[in-house]
């Protein structure tokens, strides 16, 4: 069973930094997508940044672009998001994702995650 389990979150002032962690486990697949979502109060979830494991290519959402910064240890299997000059409206819960199926990030999650994280909480407050 895929599992994904994130850490990192927390409160922080404007224009800080945090780094969120994702450890995954239950699958030994070489090439993936992974990445992040997160959802805000009364908003929907959307996407922040994934990175394909095959290529190493990365997406990022035009709100995180030259802010946030995602990575991965393969070795560990967790991928990280570095998220620098944190503005109020990143305040949301993140969520790690992962599809195995189709590892470019421009399809991944075309047929459904293969798993979710529970998400932590990111805060940032003025």
């Known amino acids: 069973e895929v599992q994904l389990v994130e850490s990192g979150g927390g409160l922080v002032q404007a224009g800080g930094s945090l780094k969120l962690s994702c450890a995954a486990s239950?699958?030994?697949?070489?090439?993936?997508?992974i990445g992040w979502f997160r959802q805000a109060p009364g908003k929907v979830r959307e996407e922040v940044s994934c990175i394909s494991t095959s290529d190493g290519t990365t997406t990022y959402a035009d709100s995180v672009k030259g802010r946030f910064t995602i990575s991965t240890d393969t070795a560990k299997n967790t991928v990280h998001l570095r998220m620098n000059s944190l503005k109020l409206e990143d305040t949301a819960i993140y969520y790690c994702?992962?599809?195995?199926?189709?590892?470019?990030?421009?399809?991944?999650?075309?047929?459904?995650?293969?798993?979710w994280g529970k998400g932590t909480l990111v805060t940032v407050s003025s």
């Open positions: 994702a992962v599809d195995t199926t189709y590892y470019d990030c421009s399809t991944w999650g075309s047929y459904g995650m293969d798993a």
């Open positions: 239950g699958f030994t697949f070489d090439d993936y997508a």
